[in-house]
């Protein structure tokens, strides 16, 4: 689990709403999760332990049990010989008071090249907990150029599938 990312551009999905860079897929998408402080600190611990994830379908191993710039992570769907790994570091997490979350790049090996972020905000104004995916992506193997299109769109689906799975794993 310890090759190094395969893009360029670490860290391009810091900024909330920023631009993204060119020549990739972008997604993103956001949900509303609830209402309150004590969502956000649910969802968020959910997002940054991995635990959101794994609800969600997908395997996770990581070299620790928060999300931290360096951490090691490797997410897998499928089973035995049909699963997919998929292997990243995480580039950078943020734990402020009401934004929680992280990001993890690719590495040589993984499927595609790019960047994904995972983030849960509050709205002082309004209180509502939002959750954002964020992320640019292109074909990095034979397999997920081959697949075009599908790729991308099982990546929206994936997102989605996480607000649902953070919603309810928020609610408490």
């Given at each position: 689990?310890t090759?190094?990312?395969?893009?360029?551009?670490?860290?391009?999905?810091t900024r909330?709403?920023g631009p993204l860079?060119?020549?990739?897929?972008?997604?993103r998408?956001r949900?509303?999760?609830?209402?309150?402080?004590?969502?956000?600190?649910r969802?968020?611990a959910?997002v940054?332990t991995?635990?959101?994830?794994?609800?969600?379908?997908?395997?996770?191993r990581?070299?620790?049990?928060?999300?931290?710039?360096g951490?090691?992570?490797?997410?897998?769907?499928g089973?035995?010989?049909l699963r997919?790994a998929?292997?990243?570091?995480?580039?950078w997490s943020?734990?402020?008071?009401?934004?929680?979350?992280?990001?993890?790049?690719?590495?040589?090996?993984?499927?595609?090249c790019?960047?994904e972020?995972?983030v849960v905000e509050?709205?002082?104004?309004?209180g509502a907990?939002?959750?954002?995916?964020?992320?640019?992506?292109r074909p990095?193997?034979?397999?997920?150029?081959l697949?075009g299109?599908?790729?991308?769109?099982?990546q929206?689906?994936?997102a989605?599938?996480?607000?649902v799975t953070?919603?309810?794993?928020?609610?408490?």
């Amino acid at each position: 689990m310890t090759s190094p990312l395969n893009y360029p551009e670490t860290g391009a999905t810091t900024r909330p709403g920023g631009p993204l860079p060119a020549g990739y897929n972008h997604l993103r998408h956001r949900a509303l999760i609830g209402y309150g402080r004590d969502v956000l600190e649910r969802a968020g611990a959910a997002v940054t332990t991995w635990r959101m994830h794994r609800a969600a379908g997908v395997r996770v191993r990581a070299d620790a049990g928060r999300a931290a710039p360096g951490v090691a992570v490797e997410c897998a769907i499928g089973v035995g010989p049909l699963r997919l790994a998929a292997p990243c570091e995480v580039v950078w997490s943020t734990y402020e008071r009401d934004r929680i979350g992280f990001a993890y790049g690719t590495r040589t090996g993984h499927p595609e090249c790019g960047e994904e972020s995972f983030v849960v905000e509050l709205d002082s104004a309004t209180g509502a907990v939002w959750f954002t995916v964020t992320a640019f992506s292109r074909p990095a193997r034979w397999y997920t150029r081959l697949a075009g299109p599908v790729v991308p769109l099982c990546q929206r689906l994936y997102a989605r599938r996480c607000g649902v799975t953070l919603r309810r794993l928020a609610a408490g």
